[in-house]
């Protein structure tokens, strides 16, 4: 039995795939260019395929918006400690950030 699944779904669903081909893609070289400090016509020119100016500079935005608040806020954020016991062994505690 196949459900049938509304406009407003499929739209969701075919966003969420698009973002997420498009971030595979090309995204991380896009985010390691931008932290390069390369603008978005150069990050246009060091692709190997096409990708419109207007989609670079929104997805920049996006990451420099998402880094920013990332640094920000450090309410809710661990990082991992190495400690080691009597006999040397090591072992990883996740520790807060204050």
């Known amino acids: 039995m196949s459900k049938k699944t509304s406009d407003g779904e ?3 669903f075919n966003e969420a795939l698009r973002d997420f081909t498009f971030d595979v ?3 991380a070289a896009i985010r390691h260019l931008t932290e390069l400090g390369y603008s978005a016509e150069k990050i246009a020119s060091r692709l190997d395929y096409p990708v419109p100016i207007e989609k670079i500079r929104a997805y920049m935005d996006r990451y420099k918006d998402k880094s920013a608040e990332d640094k920000t806020n450090t309410e809710g954020r661990y990082e991992m400690v ?3 016991d009597e006999y040397g ?3 990883f505690r996740r520790v807060k950030i204050k």
């Open 25 to 27: 893609a090309c995204g």
């Open 10 to 12: 499929n739209k969701y």
């Open 82 to 84: 190495r400690e080691y």
């Open 89 to 91: 062994r090591s072992s």
